[in-house]
C-alpha cells in the first residue's frame, strides 16, 4: 500500500530556509508523483507542486515559485521540498502526498491523491 | 486558474440522515480529476472518491460522489457519528491542482 514518513517538527526564524524530507516505503518510489500539500491552523488545503520522482522533473504552484524548490534522492526513496525566505505566514503543517491512478470498472483513468505523510509543523517565529 | 467553491460551509445533521455536500467549480472540470477527501482533527486527509465518482478500496458505500462539469457532489447516505469531519473537494489534473475551502459535517 505505501507509507510516507516526515519529521515532527521544524521550528524556524523569518528568512531562514527550511528542507523537509518525506521518505517513501512499501511502494517503488519513482512511479507515483509526490505532491506537497500545506495547511495552516484551522484552515483549509493549499497545494503547493508536484515532483515527479522518476526525472526529478517539478511543477510549482505560482504562489510559491521562486521560493520553493522540490527534489528526491531515489538512492533513499527520499523526497524533499525546501521553502526558502520563510515569514511567520508560512507556518503550517506540510503533508508530502503520493498521487495514484484508479480505474473505474470502465476502464477510466481517475487521479487523487492517496497516501499522505503525517505532516510536519513548521513554525516560523522569531 | 479554476476556483472551487464548496457548499454549506458547515452542515450539522444528526445519525443516520443523509448528507450533501456540493463542489462548484469556477470553470469545467473533468470528471476523472475530481477527488473528495475527509479529514478529522489532528488527522491527515483521506481520499474517499476519485474520479468524481469512485471510491476508493476500504471506503464504505455510504460514501457516494457524483456530477460533472461544473457541478459535483459527495453524499454520506447514512450519517455515522464517525463521519464528523472536514471534507474537501480537489482537482488533480494540470497545475494549479486546487481544493475547495472545506464542508464541515457536524454530527
Known amino acids: 500500500q505505501g507509507q510516507l514518513v516526515q519529521p515532527g517538527v521544524e521550528v524556524k526564524k523569518p528568512g531562514a530556509s527550511v528542507k523537509v524530507s518525506c521518505k517513501a516505503s512499501?511502494?517503488?518510489?519513482?512511479?507515483?508523483?509526490i505532491n506537497w500539500v500545506r495547511q495552516a491552523t484551522g484552515q483549509g488545503l493549499e497545494w503547493m507542486g508536484w515532483?515527479?520522482?522518476?526525472?526529478?522533473?517539478?511543477v510549482y504552484e505560482k504562489t510559491f515559485q521562486g521560493r520553493v524548490t522540490m527534489t528526491r534522492d531515489t538512492s533513499t526513496n527520499t523526497a524533499y521540498m525546501e521553502l526558502s525566505s520563510l515569514r511567520s505566514e508560512d507556518t503550517a503543517t506540510y503533508y508530502c502526498?503520493?498521487?495514484?491512478?484508479?480505474?473505474?470498472?470502465?476502464?477510466?483513468?481517475?487521479?487523487?491523491?492517496?497516501?499522505w505523510g503525517q505532516g510536519t509543523t513548521v513554525t516560523v517565529s522569531s | 486558474e479554476i476556483v472551487l467553491t464548496q457548499s454549506p460551509d458547515t452542515l450539522s445533521l444528526s445519525p443516520g440522515e443523509r448528507a450533501t455536500l456540493s463542489c462548484r467549480a469556477s470553470?469545467?472540470?473533468?470528471?476523472?480529476?475530481l477527488a473528495w477527501y475527509q479529514q478529522k482533527p489532528g488527522q491527515a486527509p483521506r481520499l474517499l472518491i476519485c474520479?468524481?465518482?469512485t471510491r476508493v478500496p476500504g471506503i464504505p458505500d455510504r460514501f457516494s460522489g457524483g456530477g460533472s462539469g461544473t457541478d459535483f457532489s459527495l453524499t454520506i447516505s447514512r450519517l455515522e457519528p464517525e463521519d464528523s469531519a472536514v471534507y474537501y473537494c480537489?482537482?488533480?489534473?494540470?497545475?494549479?491542482?486546487?481544493f475547495g475551502q472545506g464542508t464541515k459535517v457536524e454530527i
Open positions: 480537489h482537482r488533480y489534473g494540470p497545475s494549479p491542482r486546487t
Open positions: 512499501g511502494y517503488p518510489f519513482t512511479t507515483y508523483d
Open positions: 502526498v503520493r498521487g495514484a491512478i484508479y480505474f473505474s470498472g470502465s476502464g477510466t483513468r481517475n487521479y487523487g491523491m492517496d497516501v
Open positions: 515532483m515527479n520522482p522518476n526525472n526529478g522533473g517539478a
Open positions: 474520479g468524481a465518482s
Open positions: 470553470q469545467s472540470v473533468d470528471s476523472n480529476q
